[in-house]
């Protein structure tokens, strides 16, 4: 894969680099090495969840603030360089799934877990034995199963209650993106440089697109139309009956994240700094806004807003009025800390999963951050 590189993308060329690298590192007899990670957030009621980066999953009582930690998602390893056994915390870049009283998170180490959403006692996990290899994208529920890709190139479905294995289609590469459902029709980009439509009743492939890199942004869909962005620079619109290509628009930089549609335009964050609005219909550019800073963090809408994170710490409101394309600074994180983990909305506060394991709440319309709650298990 020929992908050339801006000297602004390096922030994200060091994330790439501890995930491609930390299986190695991990199993290397390295001291203080600390587990990165983008676990965005949860809501169940009064209760959010995410995870850590200490690889635990995090239960948190917006009514009490009363914090709840999982034990950690290991991995034991021995050093071939003749040092000892140790067993050392793994990343969580998924954001947590709820359903039927229990919450699931999937670690770096190949392995889903399943918690009692209540107490967060550990219900099941798998594999039962062994692990697959590094799972970063979320999971997806779906009738009673869980869908979640995989860096063996596999999308796996898992029953919601027992765990165990319902579905398996393999790609032709590695999958770090999270799936979208709709009409029963799983999809999913790969590194193998294509869009997927995988029929969930006969799990069999529908289609696929081939587009000029890897594909890791999430897609999403409406009213019969898959909207994808790919590390060619481009946001495609398919068919989602045919697969057949709508239009497709061109970015600055990588599509990374996952775009949001409000009303007639779609949202797609990019790594040239910009949040584009584009018309649904037509892929036509409306909006153009510059953020100073890449946009890898999934943004969201809070009223009429969509709200954006960028990797320099700073959150921004952007009007979705096109008579009246404005935007504005709501707040900046502490120094040095990054937003890359998916944004979260309830009510009129945004959450995010801070680069320095600390999970901020922000008032949309005063910018105040409310709260900063040390994720790091006491």
Same mark, same amino acid.
């Given at each position: 894969m020929k992908i050339q590189f801006k000297k602004a993308n390096y922030k994200l060329l060091i994330i790439l680099s501890i995930l491609v690298f930390l299986p190695l590192i991990i199993t290397g007899c390295v001291r203080g090495m600390t587990p990165v990670g983008w676990s965005g957030v949860a809501f169940s009621d009064n209760t959010l969840y995410t995870g850590s980066k200490e690889g635990r999953l995090i239960q948190y009582n917006l009514d009490s603030a009363k914090l709840t930690w999982s034990e950690p998602i290991t991995i034991t390893t021995t050093s071939g360089f003749g040092c000892s056994t140790s067993t050392t915390a793994v990343a969580i870049y998924g954001t947590p799934a709820l359903a039927n009283g229990l919450v699931f998170v999937a670690g770096y180490n190949g392995e889903v877990h399943a918690y009692a959403a209540d107490n967060l006692g550990e219900r099941w996990v798998y594999p039962r034995k062994g692990t697959l290899k590094p799972i970063i994208g979320s999971i997806v529920v779906f009738n009673n199963t869980l869908y979640f890709g995989c860096t063996d190139g596999n999308i796996y479905g898992l029953d919601v209650t027992t765990g165990d294995k319902k579905f398996q289609f393999d790609t032709g590469g590695e999958i770090w993106s999270t799936p979208a459902i709709d009409n029963n029709t799983l999809f999913i980009g790969s590194f193998d440089k294509k869009i997927y439509a995988i029929d969930l009743s006969s799990q069999t492939k529908k289609w696929d697109f081939t587009t000029e890199a890897t594909n890791v942004a999430p897609p999403v869909t409406l009213n019969g139309i898959i909207y994808a962005g790919s590390l060619d620079r481009n946001l495609y619109a398919l068919d989602q009956t045919t697969g057949n290509l709508i239009w497709k628009f061109t970015g600055g930089n990588w599509f990374w994240a996952k775009p949001i549609i409000y009303n007639n335009t779609i949202f797609a964050p990019n790594l040239?700094?910009?949040?584009?609005?584009?018309? &649904?219909? %037509?892929?036509?550019?409306?909006?153009?806004?510059? $953020?100073?800073?890449?946009?890898?963090?999934?943004?969201? @809408?809070?009223?009429?807003?969509?709200?954006?994170?960028?990797?320099?710490?700073?959150?921004?409101? &952007?009007? %979705?009025?096109?008579?009246?394309?404005?935007?504005? $600074?709501?707040?900046?994180?502490?120094?040095?800390?990054? @937003?890359?983990?998916?944004?979260?909305?309830?009510?009129?506060?945004?959450?995010?999963?801070?680069?320095?394991?600390?999970?901020?709440?922000?008032?949309v319309e005063t910018g105040r951050i409310i709260s900063n709650i040390a994720l790091k298990a006491s």
């Open positions: 040239d700094n910009h949040v584009y609005g584009l018309n &649904l219909t %037509t892929g036509e550019k409306i909006f153009d806004y510059d $953020l100073g800073g890449q946009v890898a963090a999934w943004p969201v @809408i809070v009223g009429n807003q969509v709200i954006a994170g960028t990797e320099n710490g700073n959150i921004y409101a &952007l009007s %979705t009025d096109a008579n009246n394309p404005q935007m504005k $600074l709501i707040a900046t994180l502490p120094q040095n800390v990054t @937003i890359t983990a998916p944004l979260a909305a309830r009510g009129n506060q945004i959450f995010i999963n801070g680069s320095n394991n600390v999970l901020y709440s922000v008032d």
